[in-house]
């Protein structure tokens, strides 16, 4: 999505939200890399695809934008852990190639069982918004 389109897609939002509504604001934080685990060890890290990493920073400005404009003001912001869980490395495996955010490949420091369950652990950034 272009600047312009998201722009456009949260004036939209401000047109059909009542005054005084709330707006989450809820998506991957691609400024951390994503971390797989075992039993909450860490093993290995994975980025975001180059494709759509600029798609946050647009974001990003896009929300700037529309609060600089008063359409919307900040109650708040934070980020939470996500975990989706495995039964094997192959199933996270095949995850992974289908994903269209994350990188295809983990980076392992620690390689894993083939047999052991795992687990993608991703930082999500939020945002409360009231309409304005």
């Not at 975990?83 to 269209?100: K, P, Q, S, T, V």
Request: net charge positive; hydrophobic share 40%.
């Amino acid at each position: 999505m272009t600047r312009s389109g998201m722009v456009d897609a949260l004036h939209e939002t401000h047109r059909v939200v009542r005054k005084g509504g709330i707006v989450v604001d809820a998506r991957p934080d691609s400024r951390v890399l994503a971390r797989v685990e075992r039993v909450g060890r860490s093993l290995g890290t994975i980025g975001t695809r180059r494709e759509t990493a600029g798609d946050d920073v647009l974001s990003d400005r896009a929300l700037a934008t529309v609060k600089r404009e008063r359409l919307f003001t900040s109650l708040r912001a934070g980020r939470f852990w996500h975990h989706i869980r495995f039964a094997d490395r192959a199933e996270l495996e095949g995850y992974l190639h289908d994903h269209l955010r994350l990188a295809h490949q983990v980076r392992w420091t620690t390689r894993p069982d083939t047999a052991e369950p795992l687990e993608i652990v991703r930082a999500v950034r939020y945002e409360l918004l009231r309409r304005v």
